[in-house]
């Protein structure tokens, strides 16, 4: 069972544009975080959220944890090259259980 | 640098010849986990451990064992490896605490003919 549902799953834009990735449950999370993996390499932690309705920004990204806590957004607001990759969403279900979402594969031409 | 290693990143092995991927962490981490990444099915937690000794199942722990002797080190063993265990494996490690965000290592390619 998936208990973290990502979307979409694949995401092509132009460089510019804005887009919105989605990571949805039915579970309540403690904090929920999001990963960035490049090929051939490993996640790399952007961000954690922990209080609901909590909103973060990193840059041209913003981050955004639902109130009730079984959801979150990330925003990027005109994307580069730069943030092509696969981003991940993982929810903290216990004191130390992570649960990963399918992930989202960004690709951003010029 | 403070790093999570991983060796080999590389390997190719036939079914049931017995293999151990070892993970190594500089940043003093109590919480060391092992993942293994599979197209359409995203990271799935094998093992952790929340320090030395202390150990415990993920979600998909069956034919994998794990040890965690030193705190800096976390070895994951594969007795007898079968084909469906063809995956990418990443190490893992974090503080313990609030969030557990994780430090990750440059991944393992596992192929089992």
């Known amino acids: 069972t998936q208990l973290l549902e990502q979307s979409p799953q694949f995401l092509s834009i132009q460089e510019g544009e804005n887009l919105t990735v989605y990571c949805n449950s039915s579970?309540?999370?403690?904090?929920l975080q999001w990963y960035r993996q490049e090929p051939g390499e490993g996640p790399v932690l952007l961000v954690t959220?922990?209080?609901?309705?909590e909103v973060k920004k990193l840059k041209r990204l913003t981050f955004q944890f639902g109130d009730a806590r079984k959801d979150s957004s990330l925003h990027i607001t005109a994307a580069q090259p730069g943030d092509t990759g696969l981003y991940l969403c993982?929810?903290?279900?216990?004191?130390?259980?992570?649960?990963f979402g399918t992930g989202t594969r960004l690709q951003v031409t010029l | 640098e403070a790093q999570v290693t991983q060796n080999p990143r590389y390997l190719i092995t036939v079914t049931g010849k017995k293999l151990t991927v070892t993970c190594s962490q500089n940043?003093?981490?109590?919480?060391m986990s092992w993942y293994r990444q599979d197209p359409g099915l995203g990271l799935r937690q094998i093992y952790y451990?929340?320090?030395?000794?202390?150990?415990d199942k993920g979600d998909v722990p069956e034919g994998y064992k794990v040890s965690r002797k030193e705190k800096r080190n976390f070895p994951l063993i594969l007795e007898s490896p079968s084909p469906n265990q063809t995956s990418l494996y990443f190490c893992?490690?974090?503080?313990?605490?609030?969030?557990?965000?994780?430090?990750f290592g440059p991944g393992t390619r596992l192929t089992v003919t």
């Open positions: 959220v922990v209080t609901g309705g």
């Open positions: 940043m003093n981490h109590e919480y």
């Open positions: 579970s309540v999370f403690s904090s």
């Open positions: 451990s929340m320090n030395v000794e202390v150990t």
């Open positions: 893992a490690s974090s503080f313990a605490g609030i969030s557990y965000e994780q430090y």
């Open positions: 993982a929810g903290d279900r216990t004191a130390s259980k992570l649960t």
